[in-house]
Structures are given as structure tokens and as C-alpha cells.
């Protein structure tokens, strides 16, 4: 400050030239540009960033502060004062515009950086995206290379099907061929069978016809047969009446017939004549073969030994003659009765015993087996 | 001051005489047309309006033009003393003008590169999920 010296003199001077006004020793102006002035100086952002306009504006404050020292008048100073203020504002104003100039210039490089990371988070979320993308495109097109192979072996198929279905139009064109004419055949067929048929129903007529009569003639037949039995029956039983009558008449079976032995007592002594005994046997040979008409008989004679061979042979043949005519007298037809002499030829025991000559002393009546097949 | 209709030659002595006077109710010596000082201030105005002190410190732009007519007026007059006075005035408001318009945009750019940091960090955000 000022020493006291100075502002004497300034009052002095300031009164000398007084001639319009008064200039008071404290200006209030001054004061509060002074006040702005020292504020701003204490502010390190305006000391640094704006040097050059806060030192004009303290240049102008000292000029204010010389003005009223040295006792100029009050509207000088009041001037300077309010140069001063409207100076340290600048000097504000230049200070905030720098500050914020730096504030920009760091913030574009942060926001660069930010950009940056924004960028690089952008590409990396497009990166996966892509990579999903990527992942799905190859999904799908192993899927779509499966189809395709499935497509493929699908198409194959069909071609085998299609080959399978033609070949089966063609069959069945064949077999519809075939079925029309199997149908022609069938219709000739079934003329034919209905051809058949009517012969068969005229057949089957006659058929009818031919059983009926073969049925009476089979009933006739029975009936025939019936009676065929009943005389075989008849005969049988004739035949057993015979044989019981034969056996009756002492006739033994042999493969020749049945014969009947007269022996050696039926006759008379060496003659050829019949006994009583004799006659007697060979009346119910007459009556057995009257009884069987059928029947015929076989006489031979027979001798022992005794005696000569021609002899013998002749006594045989006059035996069986001797029945012969016994048989005739009794109403047999010679023509049923066949003789032979056998002489001494056919013995039946031994000659050198009396009853063996005995024995061999017959006549034998054969009976020739007459089956009702002869 | 209103003319007269006297003649120029006569009207000199008058006018010295009128300039004392006021020179000497004004306190100050005689000062000379301040041409310097109303070119600086209307340079200073016209600076403060280029800058957009219409839309940043329109007050302060305001002030200045008014001072600077007035200054206008005051040289018209021969009020030497005045228009210096008001052309300093004017000079001071319109650089304050300036000064604040330039600060204005230079804080909203700065704004505006704060603003693109927070929306691409919102952006990394959002990506991030």
C-alpha cells in the first residue's frame, strides 16, 4: 500500500483540481475489483491456464489503483475498476474454456480407448455369433448330408420298387392274358363239362336203367341163388342122405368114390349068381340110385388066386355082370352101370390065407364122386 | 449539443470554448477522436458475434453492442472523451462475450465426448451379456 506521504498529496492535488467533483479515498468499484481480482489469483486454474489475461487484468487494476492515488477523478477510476472486473472474468472465462479443452482431450482419448473395447467386445460377440453360426451351419449340413444319403438310398429304393412294380404290371399283364384265355378255355370247358354232363345224366340214366335191371337181374340172380342153394342145400342134403344111405349100404370112401363091397358071401360058391344076402345088398344099391338118378356105378369084379388067371378073369367079368343084371331087373338104365373084371389082378389081402382069399373074393361097386361141378 | 445555423468559421471558438467547459466538468485534459479504440471495439463486437454470442453470452453481447452505439453516438457528437470511454466499456464486454461463448461450447463439447464414453460403455455392456 501507498504510504500516507502519497495519499496526502494526492488529496492536495485532487483538490486543486477539483473543479467538477469530489473523488472520495475508498472507491467501491475499486474495492470489489481489487476482491475479484484476488480471488481469481488464488485460483490455480486461472493462474495456469490463463496467466496472460488475468496479468492484463492486473495490469488494468493497478492503473485503477494509480488513477485514485493520484486523485483522478471518480468516474477514471470507476472506468478501470470495471475494466478490471470485466478483465478477471475473462481471465475466468479463458481459464474454464482451456480447462475444458484438456477435459476433451483426455476424454477423446478415453473414449478412443472405449471405442476400442467397445469395438473389441462388438467383434468378439459377432465372433461367437459367427462361431454358432458356423457350429449350426455345419449341424445342418451333416444333417442335410444324412438326408441326402437317406435321400439317396430312398431313390434307390423307389427305383427297385418301381422296377419291382413294372415287372409286376408286366405279370400281371401276362397273367390277365393268360386269365382271358383260361377264361376262353374255361367256357369251352364248361361247354364241354355241361356236354359231359348231359352224357353223364344220360348215362347216369342208363346206369340207373342197367342197375335197375341188374338189380332184378341180381334180385334174380339171388332169388336164382337162393333156389341154387336151396338145391345145393337139397342136393347137400341128398348127398348126406346119400352118404348115410351109402354108408347104410357099408360103402367106404375112397379117392375114386364111394364103394360098396360085395363080398365073397353075397355070392354062391364059385358061381356067379347072386345070394338072397346078395340080391338083398344090391336092392338097396337099386334103390339108392333110383333115388339119385345122377349117380352112375362102376361094377368090378375081383378073385383070389385060386384057380387060373383066365378063369379068375372070366368068374370076375360073369360077377359083375351077374349085378349088372340084378340092377337092370330092378329098374336101373344099363347105360348108368359100367362093368370090368379084374380077375386075381387087384387083391385087397393076402392070397395065401383063406380069409385073405375070403377077402379078395368081391365085387367092388364104385360110386364115382358126382359134384355138383362135374 | 443541437447546430446552430451559424456558419462553420463562426461556430470554431464556440465549440473550443464548449469542449473546455466540458473538458473541465469532465476533470480530464482534451482527448483527441479515439479512432484506434472504436475500430478495436467494433472489431471485438463483431468477433464476439462470429464466436455466437448471440446464443452463448447474449447479455454480455447485448451490452457490448449497446455500449458500442452509444460510443457511435458519442464520436458523432465529438463526446471524445465519452466515446473512449464506452468504446473501452464495449471492447471488454464483447471479449467477455467471447470469452464466454468460447468456454460455453468448449464445456458442451466436452459434454458431448462424456456423453459418447457413457452410451459406449452402455454398448460394451449390453454386448457383454
Known amino acids: ?374 | 449539443m443541437t447546430t446552430t445555423s451559424i456558419q462553420s468559421h463562426a461556430r470554431l471558438p464556440l465549440y473550443a470554448a464548449a469542449s473546455l467547459a466540458l473538458g473541465l466538468l469532465a476533470g480530464c485534459a482534451m482527448t483527441p477522436p479515439p479512432s484506434q479504440q472504436m475500430a478495436v471495439s467494433r472489431a471485438a463486437v463483431e468477433s464476439a458475434r462470429a464466436a455466437g454470442g448471440n446464443q452463448y453470452a447474449p447479455v454480455e453481447l447485448q451490452q457490448a453492442m449497446n455500449k458500442l452505439d452509444a460510443a457511435e453516438q458519442a464520436m458523432a457528437r465529438e463526446d471524445y472523451a465519452e466515446a473512449k470511454k464506452l468504446a473501452e466499456q464495449a471492447e471488454v464486454d464483447a471479449r467477455l462475450a467471447s470469452a464466454t461463448a468460447h468456454s460455453a461450447k468448449a464445456q458442451r463439447a466436452s459434454a458431448a465426448v462424456e456423453e459418447d464414453i457413457r452410451v459406449l460403455r452402455q454398448e460394451i455392456d449390453r454386448v457383454a451379456r
Request: glycine share 4%; aromatic share 2%; proline share 2%.
Open chain 1, 1 to 374: 500500500m501507498r504510504n500516507s506521504s502519497h495519499l496526502t498529496l494526492s488529496l492536495i492535488a485532487a483538490g486543486i483540481l477539483a473543479a467538477c467533483s469530489t473523488t472520495p479515498p475508498q472507491n467501491p468499484a475499486l474495492t470489489d475489483a481489487r476482491a475479484t481480482y484476488n480471488t481469481a489469483r488464488s485460483n490455480p486454474q486461472v493462474t495456469q491456464l490463463a496467466p496472460l489475461e488475468l496479468k492484463e487484468a492486473g495490469d488494468t487494476l493497478d492503473k485503477a489503483e494509480t488513477a485514485r492515488n493520484r486523485g483522478d477523478d471518480e468516474a477514471t477510476v470507476n472506468q478501470l475498476a470495471y475494466l478490471t472486473a470485466q478483465k478477471v472474468a475473462i481471465a475466468r472465462e479463458t481459464a474454464e474454456r482451456k480447462q475444458a479443452e484438456i477435459d476433451i482431450e483426455r476424454a477423446s482419448a478415453r473414449r478412443d480407448q472405449v471405442r476400442l473395447e467397445a469395438r473389441t467386445a462388438e467383434a468378439n460377440a459377432a465372433k461367437q455369433k459367427a462361431e454358432m453360426a458356423q457350429q449350426i451351419a455345419e449341424q445342418r449340413a451333416q444333417a442335410l448330408a444324412a438326408a441326402n444319403a437317406q435321400s439317396q438310398r430312398d431313390q434307390t429304393l423307389i427305383a427297385a420298387r418301381a422296377a419291382e412294380l413294372e415287372e409286376a404290371r408286366r405279370q400281371a399283364a401276362l397273367a390277365q392274358q393268360a386269365s382271358d384265355q383260361h377264361a376262353v378255355a374255361l367256357a369251352e370247358a364248361n361247354a364241354e363239362a355241361a356236354r359231359a354232363q348231359a352224357m353223364l345224366d344220360q348215362q347216369q340214366q342208363q346206369l340207373n336203367t342197367i342197375k335197375a335191371q341188374q338189380a332184378a337181374a341180381a334180385e334174380q340172380r339171388a332169388r336164382e341163388l337162393a333156389e341154387a342153394n336151396a338145391r345145393a342145400e337139397q342136393a347137400q342134403a341128398l348127398l348126406a342122405q346119400q352118404e348115410a344111405e351109402l354108408k347104410e349100404l357099408n360103402a367106404r370112401k375112397t379117392e375114386r368114390g364111394m364103394v360098396i363091397t360085395l363080398g365073397d358071401v353075397l355070392f354062391n360058391v364059385d358061381k356067379a349068381t347072386l345070394s338072397a344076402g346078395g340080391v338083398s345088398n344090391v336092392k338097396k344099391l337099386a334103390d339108392f340110385l333110383k333115388s339119385h338118378p345122377d349117380r352112375r356105378v362102376v361094377v368090378e369084379g375081383h378073385t383070389d388066386s385060386s384057380g387060373s388067371a383066365s378063369y379068375n378073369q372070366a368068374l370076375s367079368e360073369k360077377r359083375a355082370a351077374a349085378v349088372e343084371t340084378e340092377l337092370v331087373e330092378m329098374g336101373i338104365q344099363s347105360d348108368r352101370i359100367a362093368t370090368r373084371g379084374f380077375g386075381e389082378s387087384a387083391p385087397v389081402a393076402n392070397n395065401e390065407t383063406s380069409a385073405g382069399r375070403q377077402m379078395n373074393r368081391r365085387v367092388d361097386i364104385v360110386l364115382p364122386d358126382e359134384s355138383a361141378t362135374n
